[in-house]
Structures are given as C-alpha cells and as structure tokens.
C-alpha cells in the first residue's frame, strides 16, 4: 500500500521536499497558507489540504518546512493544526524547519502527546538541494524514529548525521547558521575595506574563496555583494538570517555564553532589516557596512 505524507509549508525549500517524495511514488498532501504557492505541486500529482489538519489526517509521516517559531506553532498546534488529526499509529512528525531550540523542545513533547514520533529534522541546502534531494539533514531523535523514518529521509538527502537526542539536531543547526551569519557579515566588511583601498574586487572575490579564509559561504556571497544585485534570484533573505542568527544567539546565551560576534552580527542585520531591506537578500548587508 502507498504510504501518504503530509507536507505543510510549501515555499521553495518545502516544495523542492513535496517533489521529492512525489517522484518517489508516495501519495502527497501539502498545505500551505498561500494556496496558489502549492498549485505546481498539483500539477504534479499532490493533494491540496485546506488545513494541516486535513493534510495529516491518515499520513504516516508529516513533514514541516516555515520559516519560524510562530509558522511552526501555527502548523502543528493551531485550531486545525497537524497535532489535532486522529491518530494513526506509528505516524511521524519530522519538523525541518530552522526553530529556536525552546520551541523544538516544546513541539515535541506536545507530538508525543498527540501519538507522533518526532524527529528533529533541519537540514542544510540552498532551494536547488531540496528540488534535486541532495539536502544533509541534522537529526536528533531516537534510532527507531530514525530508521522508521529512513525511506523517506534517503529519498530527500544525500546526507544524515544524527547528533543525539531531540533537540541535538537543531543545536549543532543553530551553532552553524549563527557561525554563518557572522562569516556572512566579516566577508561584507572585508569587501567594503577592499573597496575602499582601490582592489580589483573580481580578484578579491576569487582570492577569498580559494583563501585561508575561505568556505563556501563567503565564496557563494563574497561574489553575490560585489555583483549588487540584491532583488533577484533571492536564494535567502535578510529577514530570515535575522532570525536565524536571533535564534543562535538565544541558544548560545542558553548554554551560558555571551558571545559577543553573534550579538554584534545580530546588531548588523537588525539594522538592515529596520532598514526596510528584509525581503532583499542577505547580501544587502554589505550596503550597510558601506557607510
């Protein structure tokens, strides 16, 4: 028998996971808020649900992919949220969202009750990853939950790495896009000094993504800044590094540090998003450190 999933959040990074399992052959239904953002899913064979509720009655496994706390509650325990569809034993609830490490722990304690198996599930992988299934997830949760999830997991990803228990997966999530935000903004920086200083910055670019200190994220967006181009093609916004790197720093002062890179990174991007820059993308960040 088809196994049915359930995907809410149907942006560019939850549909690329929607196409995923429709091409595997399992029976898909997606919510989404905005309706007309599900509708290429449909012509592809998925089942539109005029609630999460709806979309996860009689799934095996339910996956989530918004964009915040608030979005996540919402999908999961709003008035016809996921929690409130009859139970079906053995369903999954994998969250793979980018979420405050609070919250993760609050979701799944509430799944629990409502006779889910959670698994903490964020990934990594622009838009183009999710569509190929070429995404790494970060997973925390029970070996059992892991391999009653695999089918599913292998067919979205070319990489897991469990870290631990729930709440693991998004921990090491949250260190990583927090340690990515502040690569993002000292990149930024750097380019706004080699500007001034007169550097061919084609150069520039291409020395530091070969360079020590080089990773992929300076050399995707070192590229990007210089290029100026902000409004298209917009693989992650201002607003949402904001909160990622909110929530990395929430977790990191949790743990009892007070790191003080991340609160001045968290500062940068505040004021880019008070800026009214939210929707461009994080790139935009290099304008500001113009000044």
């Known amino acids: 028998m088809t196994k049915q999933i359930a995907v809410l959040g149907t942006g560019q990074m939850g549909s690329g ?4 399992l429709l091409d595997a052959g399992y029976r898909v239904r ?3 808020r905005t309706a007309a953002r599900a509708e290429p899913l449909l012509a592809r064979g998925a089942l539109l649900s005029r609630s999460p509720a709806e979309a996860a009655a009689g799934a095996d496994a339910v996956f989530s992919m918004v964009g915040d706390d608030p979005a996540s509650e919402a999908m999961w325990c709003g008035p016809d949220g996921a929690l409130s569809a009859p139970a079906k034993p053995g369903r999954l609830a994998i969250e793979c969202s980018t979420l405050s490490h609070d919250w993760v722990n609050d979701l799944a304690a509430r799944a629990r009750s409502a006779g889910y198996a959670y698994l903490d599930c964020p990934v990594t992988g622009l838009p183009d990853a999710a569509a190929a299934g070429k995404l790494v997830l970060f997973l925390g949760g029970s070996a059992a939950t892991i391999a009653a999830a695999q089918p599913f997991l292998d067919t979205i990803s070319i990489g897991q790495m469990h870290f631990g228990d729930i709440g693991a997966g998004t921990a090491y999530k949250l260190i990583v896009n927090l340690m990515g ?3 993002l903004a000292a990149a930024a920086e750097g380019l706004a000094v080699a500007e001034r200083a007169g550097l061919d910055m084609t150069l520039v670019a291409r020395a530091l993504a070969s360079g ?3 990773s992929p994220q300076v050399a ?3 590229a990007l800044m210089i290029a100026g181009d902000h409004t298209n093609n917009i693989a992650f916004s201002a607003r949402w590094r904001l909160k990622d790197t909110d929530y990395g720093l929430r977790f990191a002062r949790k743990m009892g540090l007070n790191p003080g890179i991340g609160a001045a990174t968290l500062n940068v991007f505040q004021e ?3 800026a009214g820059f939210s929707a461009q993308a994080e790139t935009k960040i ?3 450190l113009r000044k």
């Not at 996971?17 to 995923?20: C, E, M, T, V």
Request: charged share 20%; with cysteine.
């Open 181 to 183: 935000s502040v690569q």
């Open 17 to 20: 996971i929607a196409g995923r």
């Open 220 to 222: 995707r967006n070192a």
């Open 30 to 32: 997606v919510y989404n």
């Open 286 to 288: 290099i304008d500001i």
């Open 272 to 274: 880019l998003v008070d």
């Open 212 to 214: 020590g200190c080089g």
